[in-house]
C-alpha cells in the first residue's frame, strides 16, 4: 500500500492545513513532521494518522478528531508541546518570568557564561539571563514562539530548533537551562545533544514556576481549575516527584552528576481576569474543545471573585521558581560514548 508522499504544513495553526488522499485505501493522510529530517521545523505536529475525508480544515477541527480517537498514531505529548504557538502573543503577556535568585542557582559554578535558553518560549527565561549578564542564545521550534522573542529581545540570539536538533556546535554554551520547557523532551534523543553542545563542567538545568499551594486560596483554585489548567508539575507539593526522574541517566543523560532540586520564592502581580489568561496558556487548556475550556475558564472566573483575596484589583499569585540541575563533570568519561 503505497502512502501518500509527505505535504508541508502552514506556518501557524490558524492556517488551512493540506491533505491528500491514501491511494486506494479510501482514507486521508495526515502529513506531518514525522516525515521530515528536522522536526524542529514544524510548528506542531503528531505522527502520521488516518482522519474522515473533508473533516479536517484547521487546527481547532484537528483537535476533535484526535480527542475523537479518530486519529490513529498521535504522540499527546508532541501535541500539547506544539499547541503553544496559536497562543503566543497570550503567553508572551501573561506567562511570568523566573526568580533571579533560581536562575544564578541554576548557574552557580558553570565555567563561562554562554547559556542556552532551551526551548525558550517567547523568552521569559531569556529575559532574566539577559538581567544578569549572561551570554544568551535561545532555541526555539514554534515560529510564532520565537517571533514573540525576537521582539521582545531583538539583541538575543534566537534561533530555530529543538532540544533533539540542537543548531549549535560541540561544546559551544557552558549551561542548558530550560524554563518550563523539560517535561516536553524526548530525553532518549535530547539528552546526547544536550551533553554534545555542553562544555566541560558545565550545568544542565530545568526550572518550573509553580505555585505556592500552601496557601489556602491557592489550594482551592487548584481543586477548582483541574489538572489542564494547574498540574503535577505546577504545585510546590508536587513538582519535585513530577520532575525528579527527568535527568537521570535512564531518561536518556549519561555522564551527569546526581540531580539536585530547589526552590526560590517568586510571585506574579496579577488581577483575576489576568489570572484567568495566564492559565488559558497552558497546554492542556490550549488542547480543549472550545466548550469545555469555557466552563474550565468560567468555574476559575467563579471561584476567583468569590475569594477576598482575589475578587477586586491586584494581587500577588504566591509562586516559587523550583530548579532541577545536575552537573557535567569537568574530566569526561570517554568510554560512556558520543556525546558522554
Known amino acids: 500500500m503505497r502512502e501518500a508522499e509527505p505535504l508541508s504544513l502552514p506556518d501557524s495553526p490558524s492556517q488551512p492545513l493540506s491533505w491528500e488522499a491514501r491511494a486506494g485505501t479510501g482514507k486521508w493522510s495526515l502529513c506531518t513532521c514525522a516525515a521530515a529530517a528536522n522536526i524542529a521545523a514544524w510548528p506542531w505536529h503528531c505522527r502520521r494518522g488516518d482522519v474522515r475525508p473533508g473533516s479536517v480544515t484547521s487546527f481547532d477541527a484537528f483537535k476533535r478528531e484526535w480527542r475523537g480517537g479518530r486519529v490513529t498514531g498521535v504522540d499527546d505529548r508532541l501535541l500539547l508541546s506544539s499547541s503553544f504557538g496559536a497562543a503566543a502573543t497570550a503567553y508572551a503577556e501573561h506567562r511570568p518570568d523566573y526568580a533571579q535568585a533560581a536562575v544564578r542557582w541554576a548557574l552557580e559554578l558553570v565555567p563561562g557564561p554562554r547559556v542556552l535558553d532551551l526551548g525558550a518560549g517567547t523568552g521569559k527565561l531569556s529575559a532574566t539571563l539577559v538581567a544578569l549578564g549572561a551570554d544568551v542564545v535561545a532555541v526555539e521550534p514554534d ?156 468555574g476559575i472566573r467563579d471561584f476567583l471573585a468569590s475569594r477576598p483575596e482575589t475578587a477586586q484589583g491586584e494581587f500577588t499569585l504566591p509562586m516559587l521558581t523550583g530548579v532541577l540541575r545536575v552537573r557535567r563533570p569537568e574530566k569526561i568519561d570517554q568510554s560512556l560514548g558520543p556525546g558522554c
Open 143 to 298: 515560529p510564532a514562539m520565537l517571533g514573540e522573542l525576537r521582539r521582545a529581545l531583538p539583541a538575543v540570539r534566537a534561533l530555530p530548533g529543538s532540544a533533539e536538533t540542537i543548531p549549535l556546535p560541540d561544546a559551544s554554551v557552558d549551561a542548558v537551562l530550560a524554563g518550563n520547557a523539560l517535561h516536553w523532551f524526548d530525553m532518549s534523543v535530547a539528552g546526547p545533544e544536550i551533553a554534545r553542545v555542553l562544555a566541560p563542567g558545565g550545568s544542565l538545568a530545568g526550572l518550573w514556576n509553580v505555585m505556592d499551594d500552601r496557601v489556602d486560596w491557592v489550594a482551592g483554585l487548584e481543586r477548582v481549575s483541574g489538572s489542564a489548567a494547574i498540574g503535577p508539575r505546577d504545585t510546590l507539593s508536587s513538582w519535585r516527584a513530577a520532575t525528579a526522574g527527568m535527568l537521570v541517566p535512564s531518561s536518556g543523560l549519561v555522564g551527569f552528576g546526581s540531580p539536585e532540586q530547589v526552590e526560590f520564592p517568586h510571585g506574579q502581580r496579577r488581577t483575576a481576569d489576568s489570572l484567568v489568561a495566564t492559565l488559558a496558556t497552558r497546554a492542556g487548556m490550549l488542547v480543549m474543545a472550545d466548550q469545555d475550556r469555557e466552563a474550565t475558564l468560567g
